[in-house]
């Protein structure tokens, strides 16, 4: 009998354990990828997401041919699909790689169970995550809150293991080429109107993308990496989210890839601990989710459900979303994330105050809005970022720290260019001027081609009456 090979969020031959097993098993191999748009009622992958894991489909297919590995899409109910490839293709072994979403986890658990029952052996392994998140204990026992103790229990582990490397064709033996149905069908492309030309070229999807954008930042982003990875306007990061997303990547190759340059000297210690250290945030926020399925949707901090939210207002609303608030530097982040799908940190961190404090918005409204709009949307990482900003996560930014979008542009994107890049409109406009242009004299605003309220919206909200009625809310829940 064959193996039958599930891809899900490990959309990548190399690092793959369970292709790896799959392939060392001695019988043939055949892979499938099972698109179930209603798994359980989980939430559904949002538009740009969507976009990304066609694109990236596409690359696996052509990536599976090239190793001789039939791979085959369908789409429907995951355990039922499951169930009904295994006994077309005769598989006496199912393997994949682990999920970490409720419902993805319960759905895996059920069909494991099930097919065991009919004598069918399955292995699942770890493709994901440098640590399983229930390998992780505080030293009393129980999930961590806190992020250095969380972060040095999982150092305490050791190393993570070496990379897997990516199975030679002549490893493969094929096994049955199951009925598929085109990645076009899926329906996961935007046509009327086609947004996506932004996302295509910023991104290159699929495996062999992720080598390049990598090599790219272990050349150009990781030397300096520890103080630049807040600069917006630096190719200072890796970009390597969307595809840790997909898996196209996975973290244990990031892990000793970044090593390998500080070996070889092309990077400090300090820069790749500092790496090291956020994909130990990522680490956190899946133990997190692990720990509370419903990080997406409820506060960790209960105290926070009784917050008095504004009713989103949606001419406010409308504003942020298109990046058109005002402030410069929250429009450049807005704007970057829906033409290219992606934000950098540190302007994630200031969009998501602006929406939060200036505007007394919801985490969870921001929340849905990046997970719809993000290549890299994760469950774990966008849940717990969104509560991170908003105060109301484990370990997270105290809710009087209110970002400051002037001084936080004036500090962190220094000359101006990430701002110029994505909000073209103020190019002109001096320096001085450029991260609070209302402040400008009209003479210097008229000079650069803007008028406020024109070209350039006026502040959408005072920042600092804003603050004040944020601190005053925040007292409300403080007792
Ligand atoms: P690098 O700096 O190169 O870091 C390498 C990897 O480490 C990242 O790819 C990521 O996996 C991890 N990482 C880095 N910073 C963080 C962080 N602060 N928290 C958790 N993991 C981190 N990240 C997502 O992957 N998906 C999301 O949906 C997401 N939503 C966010 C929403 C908000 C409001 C905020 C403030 C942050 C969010 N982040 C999210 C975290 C972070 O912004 C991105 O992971 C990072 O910007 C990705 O860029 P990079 O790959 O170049 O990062």
């Known amino acids: 009998s064959c193996a039958l090979l599930l891809f899900r969020e490990d959309l990548r031959l190399a690092d793959n354990p369970a292709l790896t097993a799959a392939a060392r098993s001695g019988r043939p191999v055949t892979a499938l990828y099972v698109f179930d748009p209603d798994l359980r009622g989980a939430r559904g992958l949002g538009a740009a997401s969507c976009w990304w894991l066609a694109q990236s489909l596409r690359a696996l297919a052509d990536d599976c041919a090239a190793i001789g590995l039939p791979f085959a899409v369908r789409v429907g109910p995951t355990e039922e699909t499951v169930r009904k490839a295994v006994a077309e293709a005769g598989a006496g072994l199912v393997g994949w790689n682990r999920r970490y979403v409720a419902a993805e986890r319960d759905t895996d658990a059920d069909i494991k169970s099930g097919l065991r029952d009919e004598g069918v052996d399955v292995e699942s392994f770890n493709a994901r995550l440098l640590y399983e998140p229930w390998e992780i204990e505080a030293r009393s026992g129980g999930p961590l809150k806190v992020y250095s103790p969380f972060w040095r229990a999982c150092r305490a582990k050791g190393e993570p293991p070496e990379p897997l ?20 069908e899926l329906g996961l492309e935007p046509t009327k109107p086609d947004w996506a030309g932004g996302l295509r070229e910023a991104w290159p999807v699929g495996e062999a993308g992720a080598r390049r954008t990598l090599s790219a930042f272990l050349k150009r982003g990781l030397k300096g990496y520890a103080t630049d990875r807040d600069r917006p306007d630096r ?7 969307p595809y840790l997303r997909f898996g196209e990547v996975g973290p244990r190759q990031l892990w000793h890839a970044a090593k390998q340059a500080a070996d070889g000297g092309e990077a400090s210690a300090k820069d790749v601990e500092k790496f090291h250290a956020e994909l130990g945030w990522r680490e956190f926020s899946y133990h997190l989710l692990h720990n509370n399925p419903d990080l997406a949707s409820r506060n960790f901090n209960a105290r926070f459900d009784d917050f008095p939210w504004r009713k989103p207002d949606s001419a406010h609303l409308r504003a942020w979303r298109k990046g058109r608030t005002g402030y410069p530097i929250v429009d450049a982040g807005m704007r970057q994330l829906w033409t290219t799908g992606w934000m950098h940190n540190r302007v994630r961190m200031i969009c998501a105050s602006f929406l939060i404090k200036d505007l007394l918005v919801d985490w969870r409204v921001g929340e849905d809005w990046f997970w719809d709009t ?9 849940a717990a970022s969104w509560q991170w900003v908003a105060g109301s996560g484990a370990d997270a930014a105290p809710y009087f720290r209110v970002f400051n979008p002037t001084l936080q542009g004036e500090k962190f994107d220094p000359e ?3 701002v110029k890049t994505f909000v073209p409109e103020l190019k002109d406009v001096p320096l001085k001027w450029l991260h609070k242009p209302w402040e400008a004299p009209e003479d210097a605003l008229r000079a650069a081609g803007v008028t406020l309220g024109q070209d350039y919206p006026k502040p959408i909200v005072d920042h600092r009456a804003a603050r004040d009625q944020a601190l005053a809310a925040f ?4 007792a």
């Not at 993000?374 to 966008?382: E, G």
């Open 374 to 382: 993000l290549v890299d949307a994760d469950p774990a990482n966008n």
């Open 416 to 418: 101006g260019a990430y």
């Open 165 to 184: 490397p990516k199975p030679a064709k002549a490893k493969i033996a094929a096994g049955p080429k199951l009925e598929g149905i085109a990645i076009d």
């Open 235 to 241: 190719p200072a990061t890796s970009r390597m989210s």
């Open 475 to 478: 007292d409300r829940i403080k």
